[in-house]
Structure formats: structure tokens, C-alpha cells
């Protein structure tokens, strides 16, 4: 039953990948002639809609909460790090925002240390430098310009890993729907001001598209919340590596980009880093609930 489930997992894991590469291959063809900004907007609504069943299924508990303001504030560190996402989206290879976005779990790590007091020993600070060793390789700044987009993509995982942080304390007292529903309905509101100072009104076949990477951004969130259920994060968590050989295809196949040597060697180094990082900290917990229970 145990390598079942493994299997399921690493199944569902990768189909989450399938969801969100084709997400991003959606919003780089629909920024030809929308804008990001609005493309985020209408990802977030009808993300919202799609979470409607779910919301409706649990009544009033799911406005259940003691820490709106933590809501807020996560909010509005996802809806930055989701507008620069977009945008670099827009102007940079799938491929390459896919290797620099497995940086996220380099800054959660450092971040957790500063705002949780989680202690960091050499191994982990080891694993996030090579991760920011990996980075360098694919950026390569000296040696060639660091286009716009990168910068933007490495901006939002940062910002991406302050919302992580935020999670981790609000996951103690919120189920996952409360802390999704919240998410959803902040950052639909919040984005509606960005939306508005570039706005276009979608016509004939944008709007079924908007609504694919709406639903493909909500399939995939859930998709990878079941992989959790099946097996262990450290299990599944490589096979999130797909997205970057997904945004190649995509990228290739659709915008002809083509993606160099080094990016994969530099995605990776990157990618190892996040991995390590996950399989320890899993490692810690184990240890730490076998102390508990002694």
C-alpha cells in the first residue's frame, strides 16, 4: 500500500507540473496582447470561482479566523510576488523562470531563520549556497547582461518565501481552505487596482483561456496537496523539477526559445539545493517528534 501510494503521489506531483507549465505557457501567450497585470487579476477571480464548491461545502467556518491581519499581509506579499511573476512571464523564457523560481525554498530557509528563530546549522547554509551558487551559473552576471525578467522572477520568490513564513505561523491555527479561501478572496481584491490602470477587456477566445489558467492554477495547488497526502513532501518533491523540462517543450515548441547548457547545469545546482533543503528539514521534524514522544 506504502509504494502505491509513492506512486500516486509522484503521479499526481507530476501532473501538478503539467498544470502549472501549460498556466505559464497560457499567460505568455495571452500577454501578446493583455496585459500581465490584468492577466493576474482574472487568474485570481476565477481561481476564486473555482474554490466556489469548497466554500459553499463549509458554510461560515471557512471565514473561521484569528489573524486577519496575517491574511492581509500574506496577501499582499503573494500579489507582488505574483505580479512580477507575470510579468516576467511575459518577457522571459519559460524555461529560464521555471530553474530561477526553484529559489524560493533558498529564501524561505533564510527568512525562517530571521522571523521564526529557526536555527540553521551548515548543512542547510551549505545547501543554500550551492542554490545561489546554481543561480549565478544561469544568470551569469559579468559575463552577460541579467535580463529584466530573471531579476523580476528571483524578486517574487523572495517575496513568495515571505508568504511561506506567514503560512507556516498561520497553518497552527487555520486549516489549508481557510488560509486558500482567504488567499483567493484577497488577492482577487487587491489585484483589481493594478488590473485596472492597464485594463483591456478580454475579447472572444481570451476569456476561455483566462479561465484555463485560472482552473489549471487551482488543479495544480490541489494536485500538489494531494501528492502531500500520498507521500512524503521529500518523496515528490523532486519530481517538481519537471516544470522546468515542461517550460523548454512549451517554450520551444510554441515561443521557439531555446534553452543552453548552462541553464540546465545552473537549474540543477538550484534544484539540488531546494531538495536538500526539504529532505532536512523533514529529517528535523522526525527527530524533534521522536523526542516529543520519549
Known amino acids: 500500500m506504502q509504494h502505491k501510494s509513492v506512486l500516486l503521489g509522484s503521479a499526481v506531483m507530476l501532473l501538478s507540473t503539467i ?63 505574483m505580479l512580477f511573476f507575470f510579468y516576467a512571464l511575459s518577457i522571459t523564457p519559460l524555461a529560464l523562470v521555471q530553474a530561477l523560481s526553484f529559489t524560493a525554498p ?23 549556497i550551492v542554490g ?13 547582461p541579467v535580463p529584466l525578467g530573471a531579476f523580476l522572477v528571483i524578486c517574487s520568490a523572495s517575496m513568495w518565501a515571505a508568504t511561506m513564513i506567514i503560512i507556516k505561523k498561520l497553518s497552527n491555527t487555520d486549516s489549508a481552505l481557510v488560509i486558500t479561501f482567504y488567499m483567493s478572496l484577497f488577492l482577487t481584491l487587491l489585484s483589481i487596482g493594478p488590473a485596472l490602470f492597464v485594463w483591456t477587456w478580454p475579447v472572444g477566445v481570451q476569456w476561455i483561456w483566462l479561465v484555463v489558467i485560472g482552473i489549471a492554477g487551482t488543479l495544480g495547488q490541489f494536485c ?31 515561443f521557439s526559445e531555446a534553452v543552453d547548457l548552462l541553464t540546465w547545469v545552473g537549474a540543477v545546482v538550484v534544484f539540488s539545493g531546494a531538495c536538500y533543503l526539504a529532505w532536512r528539514e523533514r529529517q528535523l521534524e522526525v527527530a524533534l517528534r521522536a523526542d516529543q514522544s520519549r
Open 19 to 81: 498544470f502549472f507549465s501549460g498556466m505559464h505557457a497560457c499567460i505568455r501567450y495571452l500577454s501578446e496582447d493583455l496585459h500581465p497585470f490584468e492577466i493576474a487579476f482574472f487568474r485570481n477571480l476565477f481561481g476564486l470561482i473555482a474554490l466556489a464548491p469548497f466554500i459553499i461545502n463549509a458554510g461560515k467556518s471557512i471565514l473561521k479566523t484569528n489573524h486577519l491581519n496575517l491574511h492581509i499581509i500574506r496577501a499582499g506579499f503573494n500579489m507582488v510576488a
Open 106 to 128: 533558498l529564501f524561505t530557509t533564510v527568512l525562517a531563520v530571521f522571523f521564526l528563530g529557526e536555527i540553521v546549522r551548515f548543512r542547510r547554509w551549505a545547501a543554500i
Open 132 to 144: 545561489f551558487i546554481g543561480v549565478l551559473i544561469i544568470l551569469r552576471p559579468g559575463i552577460q
Open 224 to 254: 500538489i496537496a494531494k501528492a502531500f497526502s500520498y507521500a512524503d513532501a521529500t518523496v515528490v518533491l523532486p519530481i517538481d523539477f519537471a516544470k522546468i523540462v515542461w517550460g523548454a517543450i512549451f517554450g520551444y515548441v510554441f
